[in-house]
């Protein structure tokens, strides 16, 4: 009985560590880079997302609306983190593929 006590511990451990792992996020210093006026393009290309193992995924447009007088406004997500705080989501608001807006 003992042994399965410590073998279902061990298991919910390895599976815990295993989800951490997979949080994967840009680190906030990638921010030090961005500014207003930039094209969605550039941003799209800087946060294109990592491949392979322990990438962090890539800026996605969230939403995206045409105004009265047609302009286009989107709203892109990326994960960031520090590394010590937990990761949390910015977003990027684009008027006509261009910056205006950015933060928490």
Known sequence: MRSTYKLVIVLFLSV???????QHYYSKENLNHVEIGQSKADLMTAFAGERGEGGAPGMRITDARRSLDG???EVGEVMLSDGVSRPVVYRFVFEDGILVQWGR
Do not use: Q
Request: charged share 20%; glycine share 10%.
């Open 16 to 22: 815990l560590i295993g989800c951490e792992s997979t």
């Open 71 to 73: 302009r286009l406004h």
